[in-house]
């Protein structure tokens, strides 16, 4: 059953805290990407990457940082940088950066304690 | 500056007719358009993909349309059910294979 899987469904951090989203693929998609969507707001890109042991910075880069040590994976920590880090994350993947559609997982509700 | 728009935030529509949501840009040339699906609590599912050198794309109910000229698209779905009640994201993919999403529209299908 080929798919994107985000874990945890609900993750909560308390102050000063590091926190770990995960992400995995295995519809074998080279470009994986993370995106954050706030209440009212479209969505907004986090970081990306084309392929393995490379990544790029998105839109609101600051205080995440990511790792793409395999295709299939690709983690996205939150850091206690990242001063409002209340949202709802979004990975996707696609085959092949801008040639077609996004396949997103189901989403990382993040909350602060 | 660069915008993306997505007609008012939420739109209701009696079952049955079309329900049509609009998709406006200004300063982007996008090669082409992508529309999505949300439901609350999930990830968008992609519904259609629209070309700049293409007028209007179908699959079943639903039909897009893309004018260049007034930077426009137009999303409709046509005999409408309670079913298709969710938010419809646009979603620009610009010549840097950049993609720039909408705020979405909520769309409620009345029975």
């Known amino acids: 059953d080929g798919g994107i899987t985000q874990s945890p469904k609900y993750l909560f951090r308390k102050e000063g805290q590091n926190v770990t989203l995960s992400c995995e693929q295995n519809l074998n998609h080279d470009a994986m990407y993370w995106y954050r969507q706030d209440p009212g707001q479209g969505l907004r890109l986090i970081y990306y990457s084309q392929i393995v042991n490379d990544f790029q910075k998105g839109d609101i880069a600051e205080g995440y940082s990511v790792s793409r040590e395999k295709k299939e994976s690709f983690p996205l920590t939150v850091t206690s940088a990242q001063k409002n880090p209340t949202a709802f994350y979004l990975c996707a993947s696609s085959p092949d950066r801008g040639i077609g559609k996004l396949f997103f997982g189901s989403g990382t509700q993040l909350s602060v304690l | 500056s660069q915008k993306i728009e997505q007609n008012s935030e939420a739109l209701n529509i009696q079952e049955g007719k079309t329900a049509t949501l609009t998709c406006n840009y200004t300063?982007?040339?996008?090669?082409?358009l992508q529309w999505y699906r949300q439901d609350p609590g999930r990830g968008p599912v992609f519904l259609l993909l629209?070309?700049?050198?293409?007028k209007e794309k179908r699959k079943e109910r639903l039909k897009v349309t893309f004018d260049t000229t007034l930077k426009q698209s137009l999303f409709h779905i046509t005999a409408s059910q309670p079913a298709d009640s969710a938010t419809y994201l646009c979603?620009?993919?610009?010549?840097?294979?950049?993609?720039?999403f909408g705020k979405g529209t909520r769309l409620h299908i009345l029975p």
């Open positions: 300063n982007y040339s996008p090669a082409y």
């Open positions: 629209i070309r700049e050198n293409e």
């Open positions: 979603a620009l993919v610009n010549r840097d294979d950049k993609i720039i």
